[in-house]
């Protein structure tokens, strides 16, 4: 089996991981779509917890042997997830007055990360699927700084289940893109 890095995510052995990493978020945004009673408390610690978790699997898939073309952003994105989990999980009044900023930081991180592997796969055949996800997380993470200029607290809790169910699923598929295909030498 070879890798090759056709794509600007590459192919890596751990795609599994980044799979139940955006099944997880997909799963966590549902619940808090459908149970908004739960608290925004709960809710930023839980989405803490899956930062962490998306955060080490980030960094397991940059440093591994076969790390992806793009492992830079995954390696940064990791350190960046895992610094604002541990802030988010640390305690409950910080992350409830924090979360949306937070949140902001990370949906343009995430768009600027979309739009430079958009620019740098412009050869490919969805690049422009990056570049419309990298414009609609900027657009979320804009969003999200203005609801928390309104203190809406109704707004932030409806684009944090939109968000992450969004986030969840581009993640998803980006596991499923970094799957290595078999390439036989006959």
Same mark, same amino acid.
Do not use: H
């Given at each position: ?16 991981? /980044? ?78 007055? /924090? ?25 490919? *055949? ?52 970094? *799957?290595?295909? *078999?390439?036989?030498?006959?």
């Amino acid at each position: 089996m070879r890798n090759s890095t056709k794509s600007y995510l590459g192919q890596s052995r751990l795609w599994w991981l /980044v799979l139940i990493v955006g099944v997880a978020l997909v799963i966590g945004g549902f619940a808090y779509w459908f149970w908004p009673a739960a608290g925004y408390a709960i809710a930023s610690q839980i989405f803490g917890w899956l930062l962490i978790l998306a955060g080490i699997v980030q960094l397991c898939v940059s440093a591994g042997e076969n790390r992806p073309r793009g492992w830079g952003w995954w390696l940064a994105g990791g350190v960046i997830d895992i610094f604002i989990g541990f802030t988010l999980v640390r305690s409950i009044i910080l992350s409830e007055a /924090v979360f949306p900023v937070f949140l902001s930081f990370l949906f343009f991180f995430w768009g600027v990360e979309a739009l430079a592997g958009a620019c740098s796969g412009r050869g490919g *055949k969805r690049w422009w699927l990056q570049l419309i996800n990298g414009i609609l997380l900027c657009i979320i993470g804009y969003l999200f700084l203005e609801g928390t200029y309104m203190s809406d607290t109704f707004m932030v809790s409806f684009l944090t289940a939109i968000a992450f169910i969004y986030w969840g699923f581009t993640v998803a598929i980006a596991g499923l893109e970094m *799957k290595p295909v *078999k390439e036989y030498n006959e």
